[in-house]
């Protein structure tokens, strides 16, 4: 329905939405798991679509350039998030690629303090100056971190789920398809309406296909940026 209704602008506005699953399935690739199905490149192509690298984004591209080994990929991942954040969107995508990245940011300060870990070298591809990464970093002493007021509900999610990834991943699966709803225009025949409406289904069809080891996958995902 989409291929028939939308134009090519927005057809790629849509790309732009599933590309989380692309850079999910290149990791997933590497780590020899199942791979996601809904991305941009399907996955019997990614493969090959990064060796041959005509049909990745640039930020892909200079990445693979800069790591070669697999192990580094890995250990530089998170890099490819911040780039993907980095780049400029309008409209709905603005809204939740702003409203992700600060979710997976205050996730990484807080599994950073309940793991020990640096919060200098999770943060390492963020802007230091950013006012969000300050007020992480600002706390990077402290026995724990409290985020701004308007994420403390994320904060309780996971003090009350962190031991549980499965029943942690089915809570923030349910936060953030409750905070896309908000963001969605109320105008129903727009492209910013039917992106918040995928980025929706995206999430129930993540709810459905849930298991323990997708849920650790999806923690160490949303929780990791060094």
Do not use: C
């Not at 999910?24 to 679509?49: C, F, H, Q």
């Not at 923030?172 to 309406?193: A, G, Q, S």
Request: glycine fraction near 4%.
């Amino acid at each position: 329905m989409l291929l028939l209704n939308l134009t090519l602008t927005d057809l790629k506005k849509l790309d732009a939405l599933l590309a989380p699953i692309d850079l999910y399935n290149v990791k997933a690739l590497w780590l020899r798991m199942p791979l996601d199905d809904k991305g941009t490149i399907a996955a019997r192509d990614l493969e090959e679509s990064l060796l041959v690298r005509d049909s990745i984004p640039p930020y892909l591209v200079e990445f693979l350039e800069q790591y070669d080994a697999t192990a580094d990929r890995l250990r530089n991942f998170s890099s490819l998030y911040a780039s993907l954040y980095r780049r400029e969107w309008d409209g709905f995508l603005g809204k939740y690629y702003q409203f992700e990245r600060e979710l997976r940011l205050i996730l990484t300060a807080l599994r950073a303090k309940r793991a020990g870990r640096d919060l200098v070298r999770e943060l390492q591809f963020e802007d230091p100056y950013d006012p969000l990464v300050a007020q992480i970093l600002a706390q990077k002493d402290g026995a724990e971190y409290t985020p701004p007021i308007e994420y403390e509900e994320l904060k309780t999610l996971f003090v009350d789920n962190s031991l549980e990834p499965e029943k942690l991943a089915f809570a923030l699966l349910k936060y953030r398809f409750d905070k896309i709803e908000e963001m969605e225009e109320n105008e129903l025949f727009t492209i910013d309406h039917v992106l918040g409406y995928a980025a929706r289904l995206l999430i129930v069809e993540s709810w459905d296909q849930l298991d323990r080891e997708k849920g650790s996958m999806a923690m160490e995902e949303l929780s990791r940026y060094g």
